[in-house]
């Protein structure tokens, strides 16, 4: 294992995907997926799973959009959170595998987003992470003690890309335990 230095914060949330950054609304993902597919010639489509919006009764979001096209596919997640917004959570990119492109991904990814947060020059994939583990090297880098993904992270394997935000979840859940906790009377 070499190290060319230490795990630092990175901007994650001011990474893309496509044009799909962290935080976008629906409209505003849907706007970048849509211009990505074009660029690419590929296939835009919303899937039709939809679920309420917890925080806006009577109103539906969809929960998925993608781009097919022959360099790959991108996926967008999203979420309600709390005030009854809907943003962005997860962007995926997968490629078709093969050795050369998993070295090309990860070329064009040095490329466009610099240095990944784990800077093992033989190792695990790379991660570029916004709250490193203070303990790294010698664990996942963009992971807290419980192996929770620890703030927004950017991760490649192979031939996929990930850029995640737990945020939205971790707005939800504390939202969720906020109304479910309740004064015992005794």
């Known amino acids: 294992m070499v190290l060319s230095g230490l795990a630092s914060a990175t901007d994650v949330r001011s990474f893309d995907l496509g044009g799909v950054k962290l935080g976008m609304n629906p409209s505003e993902a849907k706007a970048a997926l849509q211009a990505k597919c074009q660029r690419d010639h590929g296939k835009f489509d919303v899937t039709p799973f939809s679920e309420p919006n917890p925080y806006l009764p009577g109103k539906k979001y969809n929960l998925y959009m993608h781009c097919e096209a022959s360099a790959g596919k991108t996926s967008v997640h999203v979420r309600a959170i709390p005030g009854g917004a809907i943003v962005v959570e997860r962007v995926i990119y997968e490629m078709p595998w093969n050795n050369d492109n998993v070295k090309a991904l990860r070329a064009n990814a040095i490329a466009k987003y610099g240095e990944p947060t784990n800077v093992i020059q033989m190792g695990p994939d790379p991660e570029w992470c916004e709250s490193p583990h203070p303990s790294w090297p010698g664990g996942p880098a ?12 950017l991760r490649i394997t192979s031939t996929k890309v990930e850029l995640y935000d737990p945020r939205p979840s971790e707005l ?3 939202d969720r335990k906020a109304k479910e906790t309740v004064k015992p009377s005794l």
């Open 142 to 153: 963009c992971q807290d003690d419980s192996g929770r993904s620890a703030g927004a992270r």
């Open 172 to 174: 939800v859940q504390a």
